[in-house]
């Protein structure tokens, strides 16, 4: 693992270390990655092997338990998914994208750290021991579907990846599992899924969650296997099939087993499910309770609401055309109490990957937010939900907030769905 930086004032550098070395062992375990080093330097007394100039060197030291040594490495590279699953976002993307988003991820150690759902297949025994070796938990697994012939058709692997086994290996040896079901009508549903539902609830109360998710297409699905779409009929039979399942499983603490996404009940003009219905709110960033979550602290902030802006003000907020309702029904009476406020909630069709196909707002293109508030017309101030842009401040087709507010022609800005700081701001 070559040091691309350090603490100068750290223990590394204290023994030597500089840009440009390599460190290769600690207490005789190799290293390969930013979680062998974690795991190992929280050791007290450590002998550390590096390479530095081509000359191999050994120190040892010995520290307190919560100290590393003051080193950065050269990010991990991530490991593709083994499978070709029918339904992948990555083969539906537009022409030109950048590569990362045409990339499939299935790192267990990814999933490990950032909570990305990953399929196991590429996971061997020796994977499978590191996980239990180390404490990798929790893990996110996309199981979509258990029963070995569907598994292969849709996920088109060729073989048994053994998935039971994996789960049960990981299970047994106290590792934590959440697991979705991305479900594709005709494919991993009626009885199928029944049988999948089933065979991972032998494995709770180590495997906490299921998640279904119904599957998302975009209007770029050329040379792939037809999956119809999720239809609000559909989706109106889900949900009263979803409380059986919760009244044959759940877990030992009393928790739900199985959970819908937020998604199944905008798509069937049903009711949001109240906060109980998502107890610890454990796969929120799965599309699990996000809108409970912003209804719940949305009223929370409201005691934290201004009476009055120092000036009249009209903001202008854009959404995916999904939450818009719920948004609307959630926002609108408190937000109308505020003197001096005028505002504006504009849903953006997603032309870019498919309107009406992709509507969450997580997945809305820089230029359709740009070009129809540009159409719509805007106020003083646009504000954007942080979910439009990932970790390095791009949307999916690469437009930063500063693009996107030149082309707007007023201030833009980025909100973390927390209406009272937003308005604060204004006071």
Not at 42 to 62: P, V, W
Request: aromatic share 10%; proline share 5%; net charge negative.
């Amino acid at each position: 693992m070559k040091i691309i930086d350090l603490d100068k004032h750290g223990l590394g550098a204290r023994l030597g270390m500089e840009p440009g070395d390599e460190i290769l062992r600690i207490n005789d375990h190799r290293l390969n990655d930013i979680i062998d080093y974690e795991f190992y330097v929280a050791d007290e007394t450590l002998e550390i092997e590096f390479n530095k100039g081509g000359k191999m060197t050994t120190r040892s030291l010995t520290k307190d338990p919560d100290h590393d040594l003051g080193l950065q490495f050269k990010p991990m590279r991530i490991r593709a998914c083994a499978n070709d699953c029918i339904f992948c976002f990555a083969d539906q993307n537009p022409p030109g994208v950048r590569e990362s988003l045409n990339f499939r991820d299935g790192d267990y150690r990814f999933s490990f750290l950032h909570g990305h759902f990953v399929t196991m297949t590429n996971m061997g025994q020796k994977q499978l021991d590191r996980v239990v070796e180390q404490r990798l938990s929790p893990l996110y697994v996309s199981v979509h579907v258990t029963d070995p012939t569907v598994r292969r058709k849709l996920m088109l692997f060729g073989k048994d990846d053994r998935v039971l086994e994996k789960l049960k290996f990981l299970t047994d040896n106290g590792i934590e599992l959440h697991t979705q079901i991305v479900l594709c009508p005709g494919y991993n549903d009626g009885d199928v899924l029944f049988r999948t539902i089933d065979d991972l609830y032998q494995f709770q109360p180590m495997l906490k969650t299921v998640s279904i998710v119904p599957v998302g297409l975009t209007k770029w699905r050329q040379n792939l296997p037809n999956i119809p779409t999720v239809s609000a009929e559909y989706a109106r039979q889900m949900i009263p099939q979803s409380e059986k399942w919760d009244a044959k499983y759940r877990r030992p603490d009393g928790q739900r087993f199985v959970y819908l996404s937020d998604e199944w009940f905008i798509l069937a003009d049903a009711p949001m499910p109240a906060s109980d219905y998502y107890d610890d709110y454990l796969m929120v960033e799965n599309g699990v309770g996000q809108c409970r979550a912003f209804a719940d602290d949305f009223r929370d902030q409201v005691t934290e609401f201004p009476e009055r802006l120092a000036k009249p003000v009209k903001m202008t907020f854009a959404t995916g055309t999904l939450p818009y309702k719920f948004l609307m029904q959630t926002m609108s009476a408190d937000l109308n109490q505020v003197e001096n406020l005028a505002w504006d909630l504009v849903p953006i069709t997603n032309d870019w990957l498919g309107a009406g196909m992709v509507t969450v707002t997580g997945l809305l293109s820089g230029r359709d937010v740009s070009v129809q508030l540009k159409s719509h017309g805007v106020g003083d101030v646009v504000w954007l939900s942080h979910r439009m842009f990932n970790e390095d401040g791009l949307t999916l087709d690469d437009l930063t907030r500063a693009d996107i507010e030149k082309y707007l022609g007023v201030p833009v800005k980025i909100h973390q769905e927390d209406m009272a700081e937003v308005l604060t701001e204004w006071a």
